[in-house]
């Protein structure tokens, strides 16, 4: 059974994700914001201040102010921004990662890199494509058009004016210029502060039991471990129960709802850990226990787990309640889906997506297909306190839902009709729960004027939300399709980012824009590698470190070793994970280069 399941989730994602219609498996998220974070949603051009747990993606943009840091994930790569720092996302689907870094400093610590994933890094001079798990830091002065490119452990490859070279671990390249690139190679500095905290963080996340239960490519799967406890619950298997909330607390009740392109409604957490538990597995009452446990769902070998706006279902419908409905007036109401229900999105997508968004809680491909939304009697809506209902006003104007909440009478509630898994309730500019106030810190413009380098072509930027907002109304609650999508962007097309490709050898386009293409960069097989490089050229990083980031121990970076920890034996319909083998850990062959080098230089 294993063997099969492993298969068909293969062939089903690959067909799933293989279809335009079809919204991308996997978010950024936003998991740690320390000092002022600005985020600012591709569909507008308004800054707001970040929020935690909010989901990123293709034309989304991230500010860290000055004293400012924060730290995202893209599955179980972890990408950190030290202050002043000016980070888009330019394109994520299954298969790209590509970040643009127009002015501050990045960490990305890449665990895992499958064989047609593409992870880029663009800035103002080149673009640096991360071929393998390993740690780079990358700093950029856009105002002097100087890029420091460092690789820990890992291998990069630059292009950009002309050229394309090697970064090798334990290596760093200074690149001025772009149209005349110049290089200057080196050993990698010692870490200062912000690579002490990158380091501290990456440790922390390596000896994390819940990679024990859970593919590490699920986001959000690093803070769970602080936040709650596993245990083996019959039938469910190994489940996740949280050990600190709230009175009263039940599933997606504190938060807010927000609208996020290309889902829809999308349930935003208030708590440091609720990011997997919202968009991954599902939730069930504990009698035994008297407590709600997380389920994440059978473990796949090889299967990425695929990302979900929230799973729930809403209820509603004329027998609900007397004034109490789901659309332009009245209520909107929710329940968590438990183990083994089907979750079918709200939004346009193949059936073979929702295959491969289920099969790890619905085994029974049959079920899958052919259950339709209100055949099924769903096991949490007679849950005393699963229901959560509140006033339009506040599902629609991203209000925290736990201060809004109505009681309605128990009867009404456990009778009500499932409707799907979104209500029939059109967005507005502010349901995008992007919060613009005055104390908002906004990146200088130059920094978000600059063109960048680009060796993947990103598509082109999202249609703007008052470009939408006419027949988000005309059809409520569901988002657009991609052939509207494209139309409307065809009748009213958006300012494009001034990009500048590179081909394999390095050579630059003029600024423009073009159809999405997927691609990694390519050695240019007519430059010599040199690997005898002085240790005299080491480059210093443009960016000091903050004054919150723990104090520089100075020497060699050590970061955690690869491996996954020991895990208990296996429960029933949830086995421990072994979903990639351990990424080969560096650090040995690093010291023996550094060595080298060393040496070298004394000579």
Known sequence: MRKFLYGFVLVAAGCAMAQDADPPSRVARLNLINGPVSFRPGSVEDWGAATLNYPLTTGDHLWADDGAYAELHIGSTAI???????????????????????????????????????????????????????????????????????VRTGQAEVTGGGQAFSISP??????????????????????????????????????????????????GYEDLDQYGVWRNVPPYGYVWMPTSVPPGWAPYKFGHWAWVEPWGWTWVDDAPWGFAPFHY????????????????????????????????????????????????????????????????????????????????????????????????????????????????????GARPIGAAVVVVPREQIVNARVIGAAPPIAPTRVSLGVAVGANVRVPPARFADRAIVAKTVPPPPPVSFAAREQELRANPGRPLDAARVNALRASAPAARPMVRTVDAGGHLSRPAGAPAVSGRPAMNPNRPMNNDRPASTRPSYSNPPTAEHP??????????????????????????????PANADQRTQVKKDTRKNAKKTEK
């Open 281 to 396: 597995g599902r939730w069930a009452f504990a009698n035994a226990m008297g407590a709600w446990v997380w389920v994440p769902g059978r473990l796949v070998v090889g299967a990425r787990p695929v990302y979900a706006p929230a799973l729930v279902a809403f209820v509603g419908g004329p027998g609900f309640a007397v004034g109490v409905g789901v659309g332009g007036v009245g209520m909107a109401a929710w329940f968590p889906l438990g183990p083994g229900e089907v979750y079918r999105p709200a939004y346009a997508v193949s059936p073979a997506y929702v295959t491969s968004i289920n099969i790890v809680h619905v085994s029974n491909v049959t079920v899958i297909n052919s259950v339709a939304v209100g055949n099924v009697r769903y096991i949490n809506q007679g849950v005393p306190g699963a229901v959560v209902v509140v006033p339009h006003e506040a599902f629609v």
């Open 551 to 580: 104090a520089n121990t100075g020497g060699e970076v050590n970061r955690p070793a690869e491996h996954e920890p020991a895990h208990p034996a296996a429960a029933a319909g949830n086995t421990p994970n072994t979903e990639h």
């Open 170 to 219: 334990a290596e760093s390249a200074t690149i001025t210029g772009t149209d005349q690139m110049a290089n200057q190679m080196g050993q990698a500095p010692p870490p200062d502060q912000f690579d002490q905290w990158c380091i501290d963080r990456d440790r922390t996340e390596q000896s994390t039991v819940s990679a024990r239960y859970v593919p590490r490519e699920t986001i």
């Open 80 to 150: 950190r921004m030290n202050a002043a720092t000016a980070l888009s996302v330019l394109n994520l689907d299954d298969r790209v990662a590509q970040l643009s870094v127009t002015q501050g400093a990045i960490d990305v610590h890449v665990r895992f890199i499958g064989d047609q994933e593409t992870y880029e890094v663009d800035t103002p001079n080149v673009a640096i494509a991360l071929l393998r798990p390993g740690d780079y830091r990358i700093n950029v002065d856009g105002d002097n058009t100087v890029t420091v490119a460092t």
